[in-house]
């Protein structure tokens, strides 16, 4: 008789979740899991409380109960610069680089963390080959897609364990959308965990391995992506 397969701990899990602005609670109750080397969407319209969710996990925004674990362990209320040296990684809505600053220059930024510069740009240029042509250019004058790109290749810089993206799609156009989640697919096949809050599904839908549906700070359905096409639909369309 052989001995069952260890049961792999998820990489990042909340359990019971409920969050808080002042006295109006934005979360009740959500369970969310991220296995190793996965992709999970989670999918809603606009205030469903999915960048709250991603702001939980981020250690951004405590929650008031429940817990949240990384690798099995419970990292509640543990702050973002803390996580960020456990290699848990966020990158926000709106890019999140500094545009004052030259292509290198915001790659520099992401040396504190010990990793050496030759070694960021070595990364970042290999995976955005187009930064490395821009590499002295203000970062607030490259395009938006450009400049998701110069956020993701800082984020990705560390190595992340856990990498959280908040509405990667906004205001871009959907080629390059397209291009990003596929860099998005092939950082998971290197075994780093993604959560992914998107508000527009379709663009997600085909990389993510799992699917999440929030309504209301409520999560509605989990499964594959064809597996929640019903719940999806009546989400966006407030059935």
């Known amino acids: 008789m052989t001995d069952a397969p260890a049961a792999v701990e998820p990489l990042l899990e909340l359990r019971d979740i409920t ?29 469903a409380g999915k960048t709250t969710t991603l702001s939980v ?18 990292v509640s209320g543990v702050k973002p610069d803390e996580l960020a040296r456990k290699r848990v990684v966020t990158i926000p809505e709106g890019k999140g680089i500094f545009p004052n600053l030259t292509v290198k220059e915001n790659l520099l930024m992401a ?15 290999e995976r955005f080959p187009r930064l490395g042509e821009r590499s002295s250019q203000v ?24 990498l959280l993206l908040d509405e990667l799609s906004m205001g871009l156009a959907p080629l390059i ?7 998005v697919s ?13 508000q527009f599904a379709r663009a997600v839908l085909g990389v993510a391995d799992t699917a999440a ?22 989400a966006y369309l407030g059935a």
């Open 139 to 162: 970062a607030g004058t490259l395009s938006g897609g450009e400049q998701q790109m110069l956020a993701m290749a800082r984020g990705l810089a560390v190595e992340p364990a856990i």
């Open 186 to 198: 092939h950082i998971a096949k290197s075994g780093t965990s993604i959560l992914v809050v998107e």
């Open 57 to 74: 996990a981020a250690g951004l925004l405590a929650p008031t109960s429940g817990g949240v674990y990384m690798a099995g362990r419970d």
């Open 19 to 47: 969050a808080s602005y002042g006295t109006i609670e934005v979360l009740h109750g959500v369970d969310l899991v991220v296995p190793p080397g996965s992709v999970v969407a989670l999918l809603g319209p606009n205030g």
């Open 111 to 125: 040396s504190y963390t010990g990793v050496s510069v030759d070694h960021i740009e070595r990364v970042a240029f």
């Open 177 to 183: 959308v397209e291009e990003l989640y596929g860099i």
């Open 213 to 234: 549906v929030m309504v209301n700070g409520r999560i509605r359905a989990v499964g594959k992506p064809s597996e929640i096409e019903n719940d999806l639909s009546a």
